[in-house]
């Protein structure tokens, strides 16, 4: 029981947009544009850009959180044409990040 308690006052925390320094986390909105969502093409693009970052990286649709660094976790969120998704990053470079990954999203991934 205490356990519980214990992993859900971490994740109060952390679904806070605040880091455990207490330093806010950076979240971005963006709209999945281009005609066939998210991918495969997309996600690899979505993770590619992720890794070259120290910063963790997530993106989150509806209550569920998907790591922005693993083409899986990216396809596994099945992100189709008009999403609206939140994109999370806490770590030295996360506005670098940020941009980084906001910038496939308004090009469409180079697809359209």
Known sequence: MKTTKMLEKKRKIRYNAENFSGIPMIEK?????????????????I???????DAKIAIIKGEKEYNAK????????????????TLRADGADEQ???DAIVQLFDTKFEED
């Open 96 to 98: 670098a990040a940020i």
């Open 70 to 85: 693993s083409v899986i976790g990216v396809m596994t969120m099945a992100a189709t044409y008009n999403s609206e998704l």
């Open 29 to 45: 909105k963006v709209t999945v544009q281009n005609r066939a969502g998210v991918h495969a093409r997309p996600s690899t693009l």
């Open 47 to 53: 993770a590619q850009a992720a890794n070259k970052f």
